[in-house]
């Protein structure tokens, strides 16, 4: 981060920290202070404002880049995106699963790519809410298949909302293994949709062990609703393009938090 060569009016320089969030997805106030050449007064000034505005997310010692909340690509759309880094995920995650397992398959194209893995394992439970993870292993495994009920949402190839969480609530599974479309230290893990976030929140709390698939892209994100945090998790697999910044942070959290880094 280079500094500027001569002062700005606090409209441009305001700008310019939106522009640096567009790029980068976080910024400090140190690094600000030093790029800008102000004080840390001004920095949580144009900070504070920005947030009011709407247009990024405050955080300790700095600000995140919001997304847009409610938005959500569809999974078509997605399955594209960061494809190489969510088969190294599920390729990680294959190996926690034990045959004659029962688990909790969340929707999401990372835990797709999971699925795909699956028909190598024998007698496993499989419960879950997305209709092309049903779909796959009920024509391509032996995998006992439990497809939650609920209202469908269109576009995204799952069900979701209270009735799907309702019948998730009984059961208890071996692992989890939940996909989030955002995640924040200070926000923890959120989704656009608020019926998806209960469907989450329900597999979670009725695992022994929950695991959680997110590539790197995810970090430092803000989306509608929070359906967890890290301490409600046991292991987070993501890919090795995470910065050593976000490492070092969840490496502070070792005592109960296990991290991989595909």
Request: charge should be negative.
């Amino acid at each position: 981060m280079k500094n500027v060569s001569q002062p700005l009016f606090a409209e441009e320089r305001k700008k310019e920290i939106l522009d640096l969030l567009e790029k980068q997805n976080k910024v400090f106030v140190p690094d600000l202070c030093d790029f800008f050449n102000v004080s840390p007064a001004t920095i949580r000034t144009d900070l504070r404002i920005l947030d009011n505005e709407g247009l990024l997310k405050r955080t300790h010692g700095g600000a995140v880049k919001l997304s847009k909340a409610t938005y959500e690509p569809t999974s078509d759309f997605k399955l594209s995106q960061k494809s190489e880094e969510k088969k190294k995920i599920a390729e990680y995650a294959i190996q926690l699963i034990e045959n004659s397992d029962t688990i909790a398959l969340d929707t999401g194209t990372t835990t797709l790519e999971l699925a795909k893995l699956l028909p190598s394992k024998h007698g496993l439970t499989v419960i879950t809410n997305d209709i092309a993870i049903a779909t796959f292993l009920e024509q391509n495994s032996d995998a006992k298949v439990i497809m939650l009920g609920g209202i469908i949402r269109r576009g995204f190839n799952c069900t979701a909302g209270s009735f799907a969480a309702k019948m998730m609530q009984p059961f208890n599974v071996d692992k989890a293994f939940i996909a989030s479309n955002a995640f924040s230290f200070e926000s923890g893990f959120s989704t656009p949709s608020t019926e998806q976030a209960e469907v989450k929140r329900a597999m979670i709390h009725s695992a022994a062990k929950v695991n959680m698939l997110i590539d790197s892209s995810k970090f430092n994100c803000i989306a509608f609703y929070r359906f967890a945090e890290l301490e409600d998790i046991d292991l987070l697999i993501t890919d090795n393009l995470l910065s050593s910044e976000d490492r070092a942070i969840l490496n502070g959290y070792q005592d109960t938090l296990k991290l991989a880094i595909v």
